[in-house]
């Protein structure tokens, strides 16, 4: 079975501070996909990034960062110097075909970032 | 951005009475989901549609019903509105239905069912 857990429900940190978001998977496919989202208050999702499982290698873009492991079955997200308009929810979620094209995706519960200035 | 429009954006109903949301494209994108959002559970899949008049269900499909008549509109019907269907829900696309395609949302129909 597909499942994404990201244990971490809310983290508040300080203006300048870095934050790691965790999120560890399950699934039994050797080929997949996983994926960052990111919900402002404003409500919308806003993909921010896609990792497949034959890639390891870490990625940066600006303040944000991705550690995956395939050892661990995770896929971290950092943001480094974090600002204000860092405030919001983000998920994590796994990627698997369906039996008739289309990806379902599965997400986590999502974690909650406050960024107080 | 992705041309995704969902309305309405809010609706109020009552137990019971029947409830549509449509989702509207203008990407021509093959690939439509809908998904609900609850505290807790994060994003869940409801029915997806891989072509026109070519849906499927998701994980929490009971009570919903959807349809899609043409490329650039998926509906998602709640038969009889219960309030355990009070939710916040998303329509998305992806052009592609392969594994490493990123859906694209809307930005969600905030649905109360008193």
């Known amino acids: 079975a597909q499942k994404v857990t990201q244990a971490q429900t809310e983290i508040s940190v300080v203006e300048k501070e870095d934050v790691t978001l965790d999120c560890v998977y399950e699934t039994r496919d050797t080929t997949y996909y996983l994926f960052w989202y990111k919900q402002p208050p404003s409500g919308e999702l806003v993909f921010l990034i896609r990792r497949n499982s034959f890639d390891e290698q870490n990625e940066i873009s600006g303040r944000y960062s991705w550690n995956f492991q395939k050892s661990t079955s995770s896929f971290n997200f950092t943001i480094t110097a974090s600002q204000v308009v860092d405030s919001a929810v983000y998920f994590c979620?796994?990627?698997?075909?369906?039996?008739?094209?289309?990806?379902?995706?599965?997400f986590g519960t999502g974690t909650s970032l406050t960024v107080i200035p | 951005d992705a041309g995704i429009t969902q309305s309405p954006r809010h609706k109020v109903t009552e137990t019971g009475t029947p409830v549509t949301l449509r989702c509207h494209q203008t990407?021509?994108?093959?690939?439509m989901y809908w998904y609900r959002q609850d505290p807790g559970h994060g994003l869940r899949l409801i029915h997806y549609?891989?072509?026109?008049?070519?849906?499927d269900k998701g994980e929490v499909s009971d009570g919903y019903s959807v349809s899609r008549s043409k490329t650039e509109d998926f509906l998602l019907t709640l038969e009889s509105a219960t309030s355990s269907q009070t939710s916040v829900y998303f329509c998305?696309?992806?052009?592609?239905?392969?594994?490493?395609?990123?859906?694209?949302f809307g930005d969600g129909t905030r649905l109360s069912i008193l």
């Open positions: 549609s891989y072509g026109v008049k070519d849906t």
């Open positions: 990407e021509n994108h093959r690939y």
């Open positions: 998305a696309i992806s052009e592609w239905g392969e594994a490493n395609q990123p859906q694209h």
């Open positions: 979620a796994l990627s698997g075909l369906t039996w008739n094209g289309g990806n379902q995706f599965y």
